[in-house]
């Protein structure tokens, strides 16, 4: 562990091209943290609290990744040294890994990755994303584990394996923005009116009929509308962003269990219970003994 004043910097060796950096910095200070990187080697850095600051080119270029985001760095023209700012209280999880170690996980599926077509070239690739729930407790659980040295590395690249998998893990539906349904911009601003009353009604949520009345769009389209914006039927959408907000809840520490079931809508602890058990693998206890 390399501790400095402002922050703390962990680095986990899962081969000889490939490891993990915990960058965290808990204080009221900004952390700065360089590490030379070159042209080999593709770069996953995910935030999953505060914001940091990538810098480029001598600091004359930024890019920015605030809480629940992430950053993919592929560049085989020019070395991109790692020289991120966190601003207080910010925790930044890193992947690196050489091309050659990236490719070999991908074989025999590389064209599903854009940047490992054999069209896509010799070129730079710089993408960021949203963290989705499920990435977003993976790394939460990289970040907090406390596992006995001896079983740290397994745990560790089995973890990021799976983080791996989730990032690029696309919908093979067709292209969204061909879709003769998003050309229409009112239906587009009906689906966002009932994606944003269903959040603010989690905990008592209106019925289809109901939701279709108040947004003025037939059941049929509200359906086949949500989907094809939001990758997801109307209630699994839900039910994603229910368990997200339960997990942020319970990792607060100022609700218990029981609290945190009735504030996404629960009447029982068990049924809340089983629900985050099937999303999350594990019960709310045990994940927050895990973190």
């Known amino acids: 562990m390399k501790s400095i004043a402002e922050g703390s910097v962990k680095e986990i060796k899962l081969e000889n091209?490939?490891?993990?950096?915990?960058?965290?910095?808990?204080?009221?200070?900004?952390?700065?943290?360089?590490?030379?990187?070159?042209?080999?080697?593709?770069?996953?850095?995910?935030?999953?609290?505060?914001?940091?600051?990538?810098?480029?080119?001598?600091?004359?270029?930024?890019?920015?990744?605030?809480?629940?985001?992430?950053?993919?760095?592929?560049?085989?023209?020019?070395?991109?040294?790692?020289?991120?700012?966190?601003?207080?209280?910010?925790?930044?999880?890193?992947?690196?890994?050489?091309?050659?170690?990236?490719?070999?996980?991908?074989?025999?599926?590389?064209?599903h990755i854009p940047f490992l077509d054999p069209s896509f070239g010799e070129k730079k690739y710089y993408g960021q994303e949203l963290l989705t729930p499920a990435m977003a407790v993976v790394i939460s659980q990289l970040m907090s584990n406390v596992l006995h040295p001896s079983m740290e590395k397994l745990y560790v690249k089995a973890k990021v394996y799976e983080l791996i998998a989730l990032y690029f893990n696309k919908n093979n539906d067709a292209d969204l923005q061909?879709?003769?349904?998003?050309?229409?911009?009112?239906?587009?601003?009906?689906?966002?009116?009932?994606?944003?009353?269903?959040?603010?009604?989690?905990?008592?949520?209106?019925?289809?009929?109901?939701?279709?009345?108040?947004?003025?769009?037939?059941?049929?389209?509200?359906?086949?509308?949500?989907?094809q914006i939001y990758g997801d039927s109307v209630y699994g959408f839900l039910l994603d962003h229910?368990?997200?907000?339960?997990?942020?809840?319970?990792?607060?520490?100022?609700?218990?269990?029981?609290?945190?079931?009735l504030k996404v809508g629960y009447s029982t602890a068990s049924h809340f219970i089983a629900s985050f058990k099937k999303k999350y693998g594990t019960t709310p206890k045990k994940y927050l003994s895990s973190i």
């Open 17 to 111: 091209d490939f490891y993990l950096l915990r960058i965290q910095n808990d204080s009221n200070e900004l952390f700065a943290f360089e590490r030379f990187l070159d042209k080999t080697v593709i770069q996953m850095h995910f935030s999953l609290k505060g914001e940091a600051v990538f810098n480029f080119n001598n600091r004359s270029y930024q890019l920015q990744v605030t809480e629940e985001n992430s950053l993919l760095l592929y560049n085989t023209q020019k070395d991109l040294p790692l020289d991120v700012v966190l601003q207080p209280n910010t925790w930044v999880v890193s992947v690196i890994m050489s091309i050659q170690k990236f490719h070999s996980l991908f074989s025999s599926d590389a064209g």
């Open 178 to 227: 061909q879709c003769p349904f998003l050309a229409d911009e009112e239906n587009v601003r009906k689906i966002k009116l009932a994606k944003d009353i269903i959040i603010e009604r989690m905990a008592e949520p209106p019925t289809l009929n109901e939701l279709s009345e108040e947004i003025g769009l037939g059941v049929k389209k509200l359906k086949e509308g949500f989907k």
């Open 242 to 261: 229910k368990m997200d907000y339960a997990r942020k809840l319970l990792e607060s520490g100022s609700y218990n269990v029981n609290e945190v079931g």
